[in-house]
């Protein structure tokens, strides 16, 4: 695959996280301990926006390519935003090569309502209906939403990312992050709300 040609040259950022100054010094033991720290967000992360068997290996190798490359690495914004960009733009490179489709919506219909996936398995007929009502809804209304749109979701709801940091990741400004994601926010918070208990 080919390389992308603004990621490896030093940045000129004077308030540059010390996590990456200390690894760009060879410093093995913060690379190791940043490493421990982001790759399970990055794994749940990663098995959501494509298909789980290949997140362990993309992220190995974006870790990697880090460690190899750290000395000339551009990271703009947190070096986490950075990490979780490289790992969603290698993951929308492989489903690409292999033409393979990610199982996005099911992971987060099941985030954002885990009862609508059947967790609860003492509910009464009625509620169960209801249950399954709400899955049909939620499935339907995130298959409707941008791929873009679900992965701030995702960053959002679930890895308890700032915009900031999801502009980083996914390589767009802070408002449109702030944007897109309150838009979806309110549609989703919309839509669970008229499937509360009781609700007509």
């Given at each position: ?22 690894i760009r010094k ?61 790992v969603r733009l ?111």
């Amino acid at each position: 695959m080919a390389s992308r040609k603004n990621a490896l040259t030093p940045s000129d950022d004077s308030s540059e996280d010390p996590r990456l100054s200390a690894i760009r010094k060879g410093d093995l033991s913060a690379f190791d301990a940043f490493y421990h720290d982001i790759v399970p967000a990055l794994l749940r992360f990663a098995q959501r926006i494509g298909p789980a068997y290949m997140a362990e290996d993309i992220i190995q190798d974006v870790m990697l390519d880090i460690w190899q490359r750290r000395e000339t690495l551009v990271v703009r914004g947190s070096l986490r935003g950075y990490v979780f960009g490289a790992v969603r733009l290698r993951i929308a490179d492989r489903v690409r090569y292999e033409s393979t489709t990610a199982s996005a919506n099911e992971k987060l219909v099941e985030s954002i309502h885990p009862v609508a996936m059947g967790g609860n398995r003492g509910e009464s007929p009625a509620a169960h209906t209801e249950t399954q009502e709400l899955e049909a809804a939620v499935r339907e209304a995130l298959t409707k939403l941008p791929p873009q749109a679900r992965m701030i979701l995702t960053l959002r709801w679930i890895e308890g990312f700032k915009y900031i940091e999801i502009a980083s990741a996914l390589g767009i400004s802070v408002d449109a992050a702030k944007k897109q994601g309150r838009r979806m926010e309110v549609v989703i918070r919309d839509l669970l709300s008229r499937f509360k208990p009781g609700k007509s």
